[in-house]
Each structure stands twice: as structure tokens, then as C-alpha cells.
């Protein structure tokens, strides 16, 4: 299944969905209305081999709780994904088995040229 992991109130969300011209089988996933599932969790973290990875580092949340990023681990990772929908680092774009986390430059041009590619 093909899905677009976002936040309806951000802006870079909207904006990078507008530049990737999504096809009409991606299914738009408001992250604060449908939180993450843990198989979804599961396939994000088998395509990057990390929660860490997913992680929004800049989250109000995660500056409130006074997270050390450098002491989360793993586990302690996934626990805060699957508790709230504002620590995983979005968009997330999973088209045809490729997974887009993010909104640097390198990701946006990497997921347009994968959906460019079918």
C-alpha cells in the first residue's frame, strides 16, 4: 500500500505534497487524526533500519521532556512514536517500496524522482 504520513496543520507538509504531485493511489494520512500503527511503525523501521532515524529531533514535545537525543535508544525510541504522533519526523512518503522520510532537499528530489520513475 502506498501512503503519505503527514500533519494537516503544517505547512511544510502541504507544501512538500503540493511539489510531489502524488499519484491518485497514495493514500493521505493525517498523523493526528490516524496515528501511526505499530505495522506501519514496523515497515518504516525494516525500510530504514532505524527508529532513531524516524525520530523529530526539533518536536516541541520532545524539547518539553527534556529528551537527551544522545541517550535515546531504540526501544526508547519506538515508545515515543507509538505514543504520539508529534516525534515521528514528517512527511513520510512509502511509494512502491521505497520509504521518504523528511523534508531536507535530498529527500523531496529523491521522492519526486521515484514517483516520476513509475
Known sequence: MDYFL???????CKR????????????LIDIKKEPLTEDQ????????GSHLDLINKRAQLFKSRKIDPQK???EAAKDLLLEHYTFL??????YRDQVYV?????????????LDEH
Do not use: N, Q, W
Open 16 to 27: 512538500i505534497m503540493g511539489e510531489l504531485s502524488l499519484p491518485k493511489e497514495v493514500i
Open 89 to 94: 519526523k514528517r512527511p513520510v512518503l512509502v
Open 6 to 12: 503527514y500533519l494537516s496543520s503544517c505547512t511544510t
Open 41 to 48: 511503525l514496523a515497515y518504516l523501521y525494516h525500510s530504514t
Open 102 to 114: 523528511g523534508h531536507s532537499k535530498a529527500v523531496v528530489a529523491d521522492a519526486k524522482k521515484g
Open 72 to 74: 535515546l535508544t531504540e
